[in-house]
């Protein structure tokens, strides 16, 4: 089936051939599989901040929040952008300051193995494989129908276009190629989705009828939504649990090795984290929107209403198709990256099977196997979010649950580790045979922690709570609050008026002329948008203050004269 050309087919054919040829352009120079998994490790703050917002927010994951808020409302948005947040958070400010010791590790199957032995570190690389190939085939799902939206051709012929993009640029290039394509796809949907919510609220009417819309709403009621006596609510709870635990997932891994420090690392998911919770409320907005244009819509037919609307302004809609298959991309090249690494670096090599003599050649062939594999999941029946959730379920209870006990410093012996995987399978095996309301992922996390701990102590395995073996970080960071405690109250002893308008004062002659710039285009903006009935019942007020800011906005943007 031919191409459509249009306006909106150009701009995402142009986002399509930029990543293309950024990622090529990046994999020059990879000679080792160390630098095709972990790089250098002289990537920016702002570059590892980048990849990991664009690694953890998916094409999924703007389909599943426009839909699932338009039809759970106030109960899907607390779970999920709470949930995200908290989880990447924690990362930043408990975890990451502990994993100085997995620095520059090829993969979590590694540092697994060199904690626990050789026989975890190859259910830990098969089990990060299958949650893998679930991520990669609803990402490429998501690729499918974006193109199709894009330019008219099937759903199948999308899959295999987007996939060969991304699995060529990740194969050859490596966590480089990876890092920086991710910067590009942050950029691209940072910018769009933003757009899609001035457009929408444009169309919407005032705030006044907002509000009453979701007043009137019941799925906005937070005393329902919030009474977990109600199995409704209990089982949006479990969602909960389930966003904010660290997962560890072989991407998000190897987003802490490639860090120069433990520093580095910390700032960098606690500044994602924030990012991430934006671009999340950002999309549950839109769904909320939407609720309000359209409240009867079906699911299925959410995302074709939202770009027909967007099709009134040409190539708007082409904007928005772009910044979706930003969020797939940047997900999808993450994958493929830590997959090929994990069968490759850990699964064959602790089994003695060589592919070729070559690693970094095995390990960018197996990258396209994993591409190729992906799509073939990708083309079959299914609800996607089934999918990933069977396809994590085998990896959060079994490789999290000893993972994050080692972060915090508790050691055992390989046996003890895997009956505990055992239990967290069975577990979790049970839950989905016996199909519980509840996401079964919390509860065998639970069993696996539980088993792990009665057979390490009724067993007398070696190990226990030895604590972490560079303790360098915390007591950084301990000192590094110390002296915030300490600066904090100095300046609150030696407070002064003075001297906080001159530390805030801009620099520069034209620094300050532009604040005032900002500042009268702020003051018309605000009497452009001010109700009508609060100016009259307060305009003593208003006739003093807007004219004051006007002149002292004047005297500003004249000072590079005086």
Known sequence: MPFNLTPDSIIFSLFLIANLALGLFSSRGITTIKEYAVGDRKFTTAVIVSTIVATWIGGHDFVDNVTEVHAQGLSYIWSVVLGDWMCIAFVGLFFSVRMGEFLGKLSIAEAMGDMFGKKVRIVTALCGFIGVAGMLAVQFNVAGKISHYAFGISQAQGVILAATIVTLYSALGGIKAVAFTDVIQLITFSITMPLIVYFLLHHTGDNASITSALSNNPSYDYKMVFDFTRPESLEVLFVFIFFAIPDFSPAIFQRVAIAQDTMQSRESFITAGTICTIIVAILCWIGVIISINAPHLASDDIIPYLLNQASIIPGFKGLILAGVMAMVMSTVDSYINSSSVL????????LNIRLFKDELLSTRLVAVFVGILSVLIAMREGNWIEIITFAFSFYMPLVTVPFIMAIFGFRSSGKSVLLGMAGGAIAVMCGHYFELKINPIPPAML????????????????????????????????????????????????????KLLQRNCPSGDGLIAITGFFLMISVFSSVHHLNDNLYNFHHDFFDVIYPLTLASSAVLIGYPLW
């Open 447 to 498: 069993v696996n922690l539980i088993v792990l701990f009665a057979s390490h102590y009724l067993l007398r395995q070696p190990g226990g709570w030895v604590g972490i073996k560079d303790r360098s970080p915390l007591e950084e960071l301990a000192r590094r609050r110390e002296l915030a405690r300490a600066r904090f109250w100095k300046d609150m002893r030696e407070f002064t008026i003075g």
């Open 343 to 350: 069968i490759v670096h850990d699964f064959c090599k602790s």
